[in-house]
């Protein structure tokens, strides 16, 4: 299948020598973090926020191994994080990166945002409840990678 990367540079791969017994991964390959990152930004290039929430809703399933890559991988943690970012970056503002301004929301009295855009919310929801992914990227980090290619 062509859509299945190999590749040692893009891919973590779960093999344990020691062990005889053969299982199956659940994913033929886990994508890096770095690979993760190109996607988000393919997808937030094209304005695909349906790709970018069903590319978000399969990291928050499948973050247990996902983690597994992330720990393996000098600075995975890092490029995961800015993984994230480029996540809220682009729901935020598809194609428009030098326009940000702080998302709309209302404060609960508990103190957690409430978005009026569905996708923010559901993007949200999702990285908050996911230890791999959250908390939701800061006004600061989001600043921060836009002006990190300037």
């Known amino acids: 299948?062509?859509?299945?990367?190999?590749?040692?540079?893009?891919?973590?791969?779960?093999?344990?020598?020691?062990?005889?017994?053969?299982?199956?991964?659940?994913?033929?390959?886990?994508?890096?973090?770095?690979?993760?990152?190109?996607f988000v930004r393919a997808l937030g290039t094209a304005e695909d926020n349906d790709g970018l929430l069903s590319l978000l809703r399969w990291m928050g399933q499948n973050a247990p191994t996902l983690n597994e890559c992330v720990e393996e991988l000098l600075g995975g943690r890092r490029m995961m994080r800015r993984t994230v970012v480029a996540i809220r970056v682009f729901l935020e503002r598809p194609g428009k990166e030098n326009s940000l301004g702080p998302s709309e929301f209302k404060v609960l009295i508990d103190g957690e945002p409430v978005f009026a855009d569905p996708n923010l919310q559901e993007a949200y929801d999702i990285i908050e409840?996911?230890?791999?992914?959250?908390?939701?990227?800061?006004?600061?980090?989001?600043?921060?990678?836009?002006?990190?290619?300037?």
Request: aromatic share 8%; with cysteine.
């Open 1 to 38: 299948d062509p859509r299945i990367v190999y590749s040692v540079e893009t891919t973590c791969d779960h093999k344990d020598g020691a062990d005889s017994q053969v299982t199956v991964p659940p994913m033929p390959s886990v994508p890096t973090p770095a690979v993760l990152h190109a």
């Open 129 to 150: 409840a996911t230890p791999l992914l959250g908390p939701w990227p800061s006004d600061r980090e989001v600043w921060e990678y836009i002006h990190w290619e300037e």
